[in-house]
């Protein structure tokens, strides 16, 4: 990283200060969830899920595992006084399971217990009978018996039907791609201590302690007003806490309730990715029209979702990868059909991208697929069909592709990455070698920011100034590392002109901002970072009142204004007359001396956004983040290895607040793509048991998949005007820079055949699929 780090004390407002929590992290002093100590009156909840994808409950036998000693509670849904219900929208996700069983991995019963072993051993006690009925375990098999989660929707522009049937080329395919597993370090985990009467504090590990705590009160059967949720931080998350989070704050919350006693739950590793859903496998089917040059005059997409056993998000999820079927490319024709589908699979879920890898995946699979059909550089195909500045700028959804960066970014990822050179090198390799091939691909991202459920882009803040200078910042979003309170952070001390010394983001606290939105979709800087802003302006215009006043007692004659006191260097002073001046911290005594209110709450909504779901139509984004990428690779065709040789990434984040923490979320988000890509592969039996649930089945990413060369560069004199402080949104668009690695591995899998051949190729594109594609090959080139 060529930024330069620098003391988190500085008074510089944007720069790469370290995250908040760095150093408590590597000190050992960063409070988890399963680090707040309790009293020794803590029981420990256990959750014992279904064995069967889908079965009917004959009978169910608690009575020895609630006479173990230890054992304080053992609960079903019958003991439920609230809601058996957890669905985030549609309410067809029961908390526990009540007359059947629709997923392994699906919670039936809960125990809380003084230990964990005592907890186990009751569990071994319990008796339950079942009916095994048939099941749909694959989204191929769902797609045939029509197990449809919602009604289709559908997004269309132009006449797609008539523009393929005069366009010069056609061509038809699928693409499969994978679950994901999202393998946050601190898995799904939940504190929940009783107050007096009904009040509880949940601890959560959760994206959306608003959606917890109603979540909580539902089964419960109280009021909002009586559960607090107070995250502080997450130990990962990537969507997978978004709703799932939900579950265990819901159980470890009932037994509190039951036992009037603090209760922790923590699933273990392998119940956790037994339990919860994954990225949503996709299906889909494309037709698509084109010329003797490659631009491209219409595209049909058919997306199928599996949405697992219950909705979910699944059809906000599917939205999303409908809008951004498009990729980067402006369709004069396009039709994009979605389906989200019901299997007997724990519900699928928010995954960094929610959708738009997806959907994007499908479409630079059709650019690939064009380019080897015309046998030219796919590279030239994509700029070729890229959305332009002034014309062919609307997207299929009608939107304007504003601030278009796209040609800007192509034409300086061509130079820095030496493209065109390194291009006729790997022809030159591949030419001399047998089993050894390379490839390279350049790929772009567009991503759209905004939630697409329109009211959700909304935000509060609460912000207080104490007598000794100091600010405590609280505002609705959560922390999960992706360092949203550093940014916070110095945006707070922007616009109050103070030192980042002098601040402090709190945890985030159900008490104190209500009713918030999940820190998803990208927007968590956005819409909370403006909302603090509305609260200082509100600090400093009253601030600026008093200190006016004060200042114009030097000369009566000469009074100072209030719109001319400026908050900078830790100074409040009259712009004009420089010399009337006064500490900061020398201030707030003052201020508060004169009875003026040094709290201020801030809310911000996303403006001139909003769009009409039925008819797949309007402007649902704030603005888009876009994004290029060129990655080469090495493959060893006789084992499916590959290797990443070099992988070049220019991203736009605007004005970056924080190029450090940018940056490190554009590596991170990359390489959390290529697993997903590559070694990422989720394995069911036929009955719906996770064959690969713990680390040493399942291969996230680690230290050999990195790029040995790896160059990153945030795209430069390119400010959004949309966002706050003209920074952009920067978690999930450089998720999708992947594709560039994945392409680049069909590429080298591609000169098996001397690219005479569409190779055999899905994603993950795991070691099995790439050698099973170059032997394909190899058999078609006898032939």
């Known amino acids: 990283m060529s930024e330069?780090?620098?003391?988190?004390?500085?008074?510089?407002?944007?720069?790469?200060?370290?995250?908040?929590?760095?150093?408590?992290?590597?000190?050992?002093?960063?409070?988890?969830?399963?680090?707040?100590?309790?009293?020794?009156?803590?029981?420990?909840?256990?959750?014992?899920?279904?064995p069967h994808a889908h079965a009917r409950i004959k009978s169910m036998d608690l009575g020895a595992a609630k006479k173990l000693k230890g054992v304080h509670a053992v609960l079903c849904s019958l003991d439920i006084r609230g809601a058996n219900q957890m669905g985030p929208v549609i309410h067809d996700e029961p908390c526990l399971a009540a007359e059947e069983v629709i997923c392994v991995g699906q919670a039936m019963v809960l125990i809380a217990a003084e230990s964990e072993s005592i907890a186990i051993e009751a569990q071994k006690l319990i008796r339950i009978e079942y009916e095994l009925l048939d099941s749909i375990t694959t989204l191929r098999a769902a797609i045939e018996k029509n197990a449809l989660l919602a009604p289709p929707r559908t997004m269309k522009r132009g006449d797609p039907e008539a523009a393929l049937k005069i366009a010069a080329h056609c061509m038809e395919g699928e693409l499969e791609t994978g679950a994901q597993e999202h393998w946050y370090l601190e898995t799904q985990t939940c504190l929940c201590i009783p107050g007096e009467h009904q009040e509880i504090t949940a601890y959560s590990s959760t994206q959306h302690p608003s959606e917890t705590q109603a979540i909580i009160a539902e089964v419960l059967g109280i009021s909002k007003n009586e559960v607090v949720v107070e995250t502080r931080r997450m130990g990962g998350a990537f969507g997978g806490k978004e709703t799932q989070g939900n579950w265990v704050a819901a159980w470890a919350a009932l037994l509190c309730q039951a036992t009037a006693r603090p209760v922790r739950i923590r699933l273990f590793r392998d119940d956790d990715q037994i339990m919860t859903g994954k990225r949503h496998p996709y299906l889909i089917r494309y037709k698509a029209g084109f010329d003797d040059d490659g631009k491209i005059s219409a595209v049909l997409f058919e997306q199928n979702a599996d949405g697992g056993c219950a909705t979910d998000l699944s059809i906000a999820i599917l939205e999303r990868a409908m809008l951004h079927a498009d990729s980067s490319y402006y369709i004069p024709h396009m039709q994009v059909i979605g389906r989200a589908y019901r299997t007997n699979l724990p519900s699928n879920t928010a995954f960094r991208g929610f959708g738009g890898p997806q959907g994007m995946a499908a479409m630079e699979t059709v650019l690939d697929r064009i380019a080897r059909i015309l046998k030219?550089?796919?590279?030239?195909?994509?700029?070729?069909?890229?959305?332009?500045?002034?014309?062919?700028?609307?997207?299929?959804?009608?939107?304007?592709?504003?601030?278009?960066?796209?040609?800007?970014?192509?034409?300086?990822?061509?130079?820095?990455?030496?493209?065109?050179?390194?291009?006729?090198?790997?022809?030159?390799?591949?030419?001399?070698?047998?089993?050894?091939?390379?490839?390279?691909?350049?790929?772009?991202?567009?991503?759209?920011?905004?939630?697409?459920?329109?009211?959700?882009?909304?935000a509060g803040a609460l912000?207080?100034?104490?007598?000794?200078?100091?600010?405590?910042?609280?505002?609705?979003?959560?922390?999960?590392?992706?360092?949203?309170?550093?940014?916070?952070?110095?945006?707070?001390?922007?616009?109050l002109g103070i030192s980042t010394d002098k601040i402090k983001v709190n945890a985030t606290n159900t008490s104190k901002i209500p009713n918030t939105s999940a820190t998803a979709a990208s927007a968590g800087t956005d819409l909370n970072g403006m909302a603090v802003k509305v609260a200082i302006d509100e600090l400093k215009t009253r601030i600026a009142s008093v200190m006016a006043a004060e200042f114009s007692k030097q000369d009566p004659a000469k009074p100072s204004l209030a719109e001319n006191i400026v908050f900078e260097d830790d100074l409040i002073f009259d712009k004009l007359v420089p010399a009337r001046k006064m500490l900061f911290a020398e201030a707030m005594p003052l201020v508060h001396f004169n009875q003026v209110s040094l709290s201020a709450t801030g809310f911000y909504r996303t403006p001139n956004i909003g769009w009409d779901k039925a008819s797949g139509w309007g402007k649902p984004f704030n603005y888009f983040a876009f994004g290029m990428c060129v990655s080469e690779v090495l493959v060893d065709t006789l084992t499916g290895f590959y290797k990443n040789l070099r992988t070049d990434i220019l991203h736009d984040v605007g004005d970056s607040i924080n190029p450090g923490i940018d940056i490190g979320q554009v590596e991170g988000g990359y390489i959390q793509g290529v697993g997903w890509c590559t070694t990422e592969e989720v394995k069911w039996t036929p009955d719906g048991h996770q064959l690969n649930h713990s680390p040493d089945t399942y291969k996230i990413p680690s230290v050999q998949d990195i790029p040995a060369d790896f160059r990153t560069t945030l795209l430069q004199s390119a400010p959004n005007p949309n966002a706050i402080r003209k920074s952009k949104a920067v978690a999930e668009p450089p998720f999708m820079l992947a594709f560039a690695t994945w392409l680049a591995i069909k590429d080298a899998v591609s000169a098996v055949g001397k690219h005479q051949f569409e190779p055999q190729f899905r994603l993950p594109a795991t070691n099995e699929v790439i050698l099973l594609s170059a032997e394909d090959l190899r058999k078609r080139m006898k032939n």
């Not at 944007?14 to 803590?42: F, M, R, T």
């Not at 820095?416 to 050179?421: A, E, L, N």
């Not at 047998?434 to 920011?449: D, S």
């Open 4 to 50: 330069k780090i620098i003391s988190p004390k500085t008074k510089k407002k944007s720069a790469s200060i370290p995250h908040d929590s760095a150093s408590k992290h590597v000190s050992g002093q960063s409070v988890y969830i399963d680090d707040i100590p309790v009293n020794d009156q803590l029981l420990i909840g256990r959750v014992v899920y279904s």
């Open 376 to 458: 030219k550089d796919p590279a030239d195909i994509r700029a070729l069909n890229f959305y332009g500045l002034k014309k062919d700028n609307i997207t299929h959804y009608g939107q304007e592709v504003e601030l278009n960066r796209l040609p800007l970014m192509y034409e300086q990822i061509l130079l820095s990455s030496d493209y065109h050179k390194r291009r006729k090198a790997v022809a030159e390799f591949n030419a001399s070698n047998e089993f050894y091939k390379k490839g390279l691909a350049l790929t772009p991202v567009k991503f759209g920011i905004s939630f697409t459920t329109s009211f959700l882009n909304q």
């Open 463 to 495: 912000v207080n100034i104490y007598k000794d200078g100091t600010l405590l910042v609280n505002h609705g979003g959560t922390e999960m590392g992706q360092g949203l309170n550093t940014k916070i952070l110095q945006i707070a001390a922007a616009e």
